[in-house]
């Protein structure tokens, strides 16, 4: 028995191994902690991806091919996108298809058009399985995460063209057009010593300019505005997102001075090749011979013109493709020739009626505006004509300004008036008007995305 007692009490006193037990004791605590950082490292490098994979899907399903962006442009009211939650979906499934080691809970996409914004959500859970943390009884993780987008609804617009095919749009388009007519109209038998540049289209004279300038290949602004119109119809396509965000109406001034007036050339359409098509017959308006019997040579009617557009025009929405809005694309000279017994700058009188040339009157734009309708203005300057004698005694003075021609002259002033901030263009026809009118057609687009 001595010995066994003598053996148990070295072992009570012996102190040797303590640090082995503390350390075994110590390491699991340690192991746990060192386990629980791998795990919690495995979930975040996993929810990561899962992220990723759900932003994929929410910035996906409505981009600009999308197909919940496209069906998102005929939807006439606000509402969840089918297409766009099954799109959303197949992305987020295609993100995460070779990652493993968990165990996918959930995904619930929801995209939804509400005005012109479409939001794309997608939610997610999951879970894995621990390694180290199932020691203390947890045996999985669960993370979850969102992710959410929007994307802007190009908006729809509805453009209104006034065209102003008055006879001054008769005029030469450049200096050597001028050249060419008053060359071939000096002398002349019929009307000798006219000196004209005026292609006027008289339906009591067969010999009429409008038909000496096209046996000549001159070409005159109407020509140029029609081309123009036509180049503008393209742009409109190509420009477009959906195939019916832009509807065009075109109208002039009337097909002759008998019937003189607001007339619609086209009818507000979607269909831009019909509108290109309509636009081809943009051309000159008609009268019959000097002091015409319907309107005394007064054929530029701003004073009735504009007023019986504003009342073509309904009122302008927030650019839905039910509410759109809505634009006036004005081009013209800017000089009013009308019976107009208000006007600031009465030059003669005709029988009873006064006949008014000058500048137009800004106020006939801002009762447009006010109506929240957008007015963009492309001014086609007048040539100088100097052989011609009443251009040179009654538009020439208004239509130079204090230290030359425009565009200090009067009458670019009051066209830049006329128009909306931001949305005037001057050009001559040397400048190329067609390249002004997409110009100015893009940035009433980008004008409309400003202000909405």
């Given at each position: 028995m001595r010995p066994v007692r003598s053996t148990f009490s070295r072992f009570i006193r012996d102190r040797r191994g303590n640090i082995s037990v503390v350390f075994a004791l110590a390491c699991v605590p340690l192991i746990t902690t060192v386990g629980c950082a791998v795990d919690y490292s495995r979930a975040t490098q996993i929810r990561a991806k899962l992220q990723a994979a759900a932003d994929a899907a929410s910035v996906g399903s409505i981009a600009k091919a999308s197909p919940a962006f496209i069906a998102a442009g005929s939807m006439t009211s606000d509402g969840p996108i089918t297409v766009g939650v099954t799109d959303a979906t197949k992305i987020f499934d295609g993100n995460r298809d070779n990652q493993t080691g968990y165990t996918l809970i959930s995904v619930t996409p929801t995209v939804v058009k509400s005005g012109s914004t479409i939001t794309s959500t997608v939610t997610y859970s999951a879970s894995i399985n621990t390694m180290f943390l199932s020691v203390i009884g947890k045996s999985t993780l669960t993370m979850s995460g969102t992710s959410t987008s929007t994307a802007n609804?190009?908006?729809?617009?509805?453009f209104y063209l006034l065209l102003d095919n008055s006879p001054s749009m008769g005029v030469a388009a450049t200096p050597t057009d001028v050249t060419t007519l008053v060359n071939a109209t000096t002398g002349n038998s019929f009307k000798p010593n006219d000196q004209c540049a005026f292609a006027c289209h008289d339906y009591n004279d067969s010999n009429n300019y409008y038909n000496l300038a096209k046996t000549l290949g001159v070409t005159t602004r109407i020509d140029v505005l029609r081309s123009a119109t036509q180049s503008l119809m393209d742009t409109a396509g190509a420009t477009q997102t959906y195939s019916n965000q832009f509807r065009m109406a075109i109208y002039d001034f009337g097909a002759s001075s008998a019937t003189i007036g607001l007339r619609a050339l086209f009818s507000l359409s979607s269909s831009l090749t019909s509108a290109k098509t309509a636009a081809g017959n943009i051309d000159?308006?008609?009268?019959?011979?000097?002091?015409?019997?319907?309107?005394?040579?007064?054929?530029?009617?701003?004073?009735?013109?504009?007023?019986?557009?504003?009342?073509?025009?309904?009122?302008?929405?927030?650019?839905?493709?039910?509410?759109?809005?809505?634009?006036?694309?004005?081009?013209?000279?800017?000089?009013?020739?009308?019976?107009?017994?208000?006007?600031?700058?009465?030059?003669?009188?005709?029988?009873?009626?006064?006949?008014?040339?000058?500048?137009?009157?800004?106020?006939?734009?801002?009762?447009?505006?006010?109506r929240g309708i957008k007015v963009a203005v492309l001014y086609t300057t007048y040539l100088k004509l100097p052989t011609n004698s009443w251009y040179m005694s009654w538009i020439d003075p208004f239509n130079q300004g204090p230290f030359g021609p425009s565009p200090n002259s009067e009458v670019a002033q009051n066209m830049q008036s006329c128009a909306s901030p931001g949305l005037y263009f001057e050009v001559s026809p040397t400048q190329g008007i067609s390249d002004a009118m997409n110009a100015l057609f893009k940035k009433a687009v980008a004008d409309a995305r400003i202000s909405s």
């Open positions: 609804m190009p908006l729809y617009i509805d000159l308006m008609g009268v019959y011979g000097n002091n015409d019997s319907y309107t005394k040579d007064m054929d530029t009617p701003f004073s009735t013109v504009f007023p019986a557009l504003n009342t073509a025009i309904s009122a302008p929405g927030a650019g839905t493709s039910t509410a759109p809005l809505k634009y006036v694309f004005f081009v013209s000279d800017g000089l009013a020739d009308e019976n107009n017994s208000g006007c600031l700058k009465p030059i003669k009188t005709v029988g009873s009626m006064s006949r008014c040339q000058s500048p137009i009157n800004p106020a006939l734009c801002t009762t447009l505006k006010d």
